[in-house]
């Protein structure tokens, strides 16, 4: 369905697309990208904190959105924008610190949609949620 992005091309479209928004305020990084799967870095921080002092969980929430968004928009052409209609998360452990890394995987990828699960790990790779969205696909005009 798409063509193949190479990491030097999609370190360079994410950065410029997050650059002063909201996936940037968060920290992402994209670690891969490719048709049908991604990986997402969030570094957790104090200021990600809810008040007992763990990760909020509408910044587990974004992360699992953005992974599945940033394996989404990889899986068609360019020029092809994604956008979230609907999610489902479960909360499974709480986090207070390190890097969590966040893995989506394609269920379908159609013509107007497309319909992914995504798992977010800890450090020591257990799992903190999962999560299951369905992204709109906008064809370029």
Same mark, same amino acid.
């Given at each position: 369905?798409?063509?193949?992005?190479?990491?030097?091309?999609?370190?360079?479209?994410?950065?410029?697309?997050?650059?002063?928004?909201?996936? *940037?305020? !968060? $920290?992402?990084?994209?670690?891969?990208?490719?048709?049908?799967? =991604?990986?997402?870095?969030?570094?957790?921080?104090? /200021?990600?904190?809810?008040?007992?002092?763990?990760?909020?969980? $509408? =910044? !587990? =929430?974004? !992360?699992? *959105? &953005?992974?599945?968004?940033?394996?989404? @928009? %990889?899986? @068609?052409? %360019?020029?092809?924008?994604?956008? #979230?209609?609907?999610? /489902?998360?479960?909360?499974?452990?709480?986090? /207070?610190? $390190? &890097?969590?890394? $966040?893995?989506? /995987?394609?269920?379908?990828?159609?013509?107007? &949609?497309?319909?992914?699960?995504?798992?977010?790990? *800890? *450090?020591?790779?257990? !799992?903190?949620?999962?999560?299951?969205? #369905? @992204?709109? %696909?906008?064809?370029? =005009?």
């Amino acid at each position: 369905m798409a063509r193949s992005w190479t990491r030097e091309e999609v370190e360079r479209v994410f950065q410029a697309r997050w650059q002063g928004n909201f996936n *940037d305020l !968060l $920290g992402f990084e994209v670690l891969e990208a490719e048709e049908g799967f =991604a990986r997402v870095a969030m570094p957790v921080e104090p /200021k990600l904190h809810q008040p007992f002092g763990i990760i909020h969980g $509408g =910044a !587990l =929430a974004s !992360l699992a *959105d &953005t992974v599945g968004g940033v394996g989404s @928009y %990889v899986s @068609y052409p %360019v020029g092809t924008e994604v956008v #979230t209609v609907e999610m /489902k998360i479960n909360f499974v452990r709480p986090v /207070k610190e $390190g &890097t969590l890394i $966040g893995e989506a /995987k394609a269920l379908h990828l159609g013509r107007k &949609t497309s319909v992914w699960e995504m798992r977010i790990v *800890d *450090d020591a790779e257990k !799992l903190v949620c999962f999560a299951s969205a #369905t @992204y709109m %696909v906008i064809k370029e =005009a």
